[in-house]
């Protein structure tokens, strides 16, 4: 039912084409296009090609695209379905983890189906640009269920049973490290067929104790190995995924249920020996990663740098303000989780402005989303406290690291990076809806429904949002309706227009973009270009004198400028700035000719 509905609900968006992000980052990047490119190329940049890039480097999501475009071209209907399929996986693995949290089936299913279809992240899974967020949730979340599933206690019963006689259910409920050890020992006993008379003879319990001896080793190796492996894939998918770390450590301390016998100073240490090993391999991994991102990409961690205060005029601000800002910032995100009517795929300056305090309603309600709402869950369900405060400081952990709260970071506000956080937030609904229900004594069709109907709504949802990413120039109308007061949902209008030959109607998405911010260089250099195309060269000439005035070192601004300064007769002036030209950018053969014409022309 859960990937019923999410194929449901996404079908509609798989013919669109390339649009947004997924222009710059899939369709003009010639590294996946190219026949010479090689798998391994992908460790060795960072994900936006040279002259984009701020430093991310995702090793794990450019191999993803590479044999995507080998598989379907480049074809975007091929890069959404295989989205489409990691978004139905992560849904199906927020049920399998839900249920190991012990939520119970009900609530776990609820989590994964109100997951599977909620309108709030659809711009993760549409667009190929979502894909980072989507690999990296997959091993995360794999990670987390793995640990879990490697924590479970081995079962020490007297059982004098055969190997060959163990219950199928008993050794499934081990896990499957114990289910590897049983065959494992059966290819042992076929390899050895002159111990098969032996093994007639052995009891029960020496069957069982090799049993368990094997399935403890191979546990031990899988614990060191396995989720680590997982931690390894996810960082490198998206800088993000180092939050399994945390997230493991957070279950052995609130979780496990060996933590619930009494302490004493002989378990801890048998405990502190048992996960020793693991953490250590944890450690060990992010070690690695963090030199093959120096050492291959020349790349720490993301630095969006002073190019992007238009994406995110936090970068500057006091400390203080970041993080009000950033509270702020949830508390919209809360809002579109509640009521997703209004999604936009850009946010930027001055869509979302800096707040000084709390007084913004947004951060008020994201101050009682994370104070008011989690105490109460506490004083009426006790027997689920350690659960729901996990849930909620998992949601914490999956938006510090996009959430500029510790660093600022590319985007002020993101709809895709709330992938991971929305996945929590659902866990969190369907635990409280149910149970707070149960409490009340109200019929469980009750929570259902309610679930049921919020499933029905988002589904129409997700349709209308995969009609805005049909096209760049769909997605380019959408965001100036969805977000007016962004200074590049205007631009992206403009050059959406242009493209369509619509010059006038591109010049005034520029003036409106402009009216936003007087300053903003893209806009700026599009009016001109549009201006010149027209030819309202006066115009022109003195948007390009703005963009000289604004320390440009574009020759292309000067080339265009000296043009029309030679068409009016202008040539000395015309001279000066192909001069100019030829200084930030030589060997420019055409300027070159120019200039010496001019120059013949006045008898220099």
């Not at 707040?355 to 027997?383: I, Q």
Request: charged share 15%; proline share 5%.
């Amino acid at each position: 039912m859960i990937a019923s509905a999410a194929s449901i609900a996404y079908f509609p968006g798989l013919g669109g084409g390339f649009a947004f992000d997924d222009i710059g980052l899939v369709e003009s990047d010639t590294f996946y296009s190219s026949p010479a490119t090689r798998l391994s190329d992908c460790w060795h940049r960072t994900y936006w090609r040279e002259g984009m890039s701020i430093g991310q480097y995702r090793p794990i999501t450019l191999t993803s695209f590479l044999l995507n475009s080998r598989i379907t071209g480049m074809f975007s209907p091929g890069f959404r379905a295989v989205n489409l399929l990691l978004h139905i996986t992560v849904s199906l693995m927020i049920l399998k983890l839900a249920n190991k949290l012990r939520m119970g089936f009900l609530a776990s299913f609820l989590a994964a189906m109100l997951f599977s279809v909620h309108p709030f992240i659809s711009e993760a899974v549409i667009p190929a640009t979502g894909r980072a967020e989507l690999l990296s949730l997959a091993f995360v979340l794999a990670g987390l269920i793995t640990h879990i599933q490697l924590q479970t206690s081995i079962p020490k019963g007297k059982s004098r049973e055969p190997v060959s006689k163990l219950s199928v259910n008993r050794v499934g409920s081990a896990g499957a490290a114990d289910g590897a050890a049983k065959w494992l020992l059966h290819a042992i006993n076929c390899l050895c067929p002159h111990r098969r008379g032996l093994a007639s003879k052995i009891t029960g319990r020496t069957a069982t104790g090799s049993f368990e001896i094997a399935s403890r080793t191979f546990r031990k190796a899988a614990q060191a190995i396995l989720p680590p492996a997982c931690l390894f894939l996810a960082f490198a998918s998206k800088e993000s995924g180092i939050v399994l770390l945390p997230l493991c450590i957070m279950y052995d301390c609130m979780l496990n249920k060996q933590n619930k016998q009494k302490l004493s100073m002989n378990i801890i240490n048998k405990r502190a020996m048992q996960l020793a090993p693991v953490y250590a391999s944890f450690i060990l991994v992010i070690a690695i990663s963090f030199y093959m991102r120096t050492s291959l990409a020349d790349s720490t961690l993301p630095d969006p740098g002073a190019k992007q205060w238009i994406d995110n005029p936090l970068i500057g601000e006091p400390l203080s303000v970041r993080i009000i800002t950033a509270t702020k910032v949830q508390g919209i995100a809360l809002t579109k989780f509640f009521w997703p009517a209004k999604l936009s795929h850009d946010y930027s300056y001055a869509q979302i402005t800096p707040v000084a305090n709390f007084a913004d309603p947004y951060a008020l309600f994201a101050l009682f989303m994370f104070s008011a709402v989690p105490a109460s869950l506490f004083a009426m369900l006790p027997r689920q406290r350690a659960r729901i405060a996990f849930l909620y400081l998992a949601y914490v952990l999956s938006i510090l690291p996009a959430g500029n709260f510790i660093m600022c970071t590319g985007t002020i506000f993101g709809e895709r990076t709330f992938y991971s956080p929305v996945a929590w937030l659902c866990c969190i609904a369907a635990i409280a809806v149910l149970r707070v229900s149960q409490k009340l004594h109200a019929a469980t069709f009750i929570p259902v429904a309610v679930f049921a109907v919020a499933v029905a709504a988002a589904i129409p949802r997700v349709w209308v949002r995969c009609a805005d990413w049909d096209s760049q120039d769909s997605i380019a109308a959408k965001g100036v309706k969805t977000a007016p007061h962004s200074v590049k949902t205007w631009n992206n209008l403009a050059v959406s227009l242009a493209n369509a030959d619509m010059l006038e109607e591109a010049v005034l998405a520029c003036d409106k973009a402009l009216e936003i911010y007087p300053e903003y260089v893209s806009a700026i250099t599009n009016r001109a270009y549009y201006h010149t195309a027209l030819k309202k060269f006066d115009l022109a000439e003195a948007d390009f004198r703005h963009l000289i005035s604004l320390g440009s070192q574009d020759p292309d601004i000067y080339n265009t400028l000296g043009g029309i300064l030679a068409t009016n007769s202008r040539r000395a002036e015309a001279r000066n700035m192909w001069k100019r030209s030829l200084e930030i950018k030589p060997g420019q053969n055409k300027i070159t000719k120019a200039l010496r014409l001019i120059r013949q022309e006045t008898g220099e």
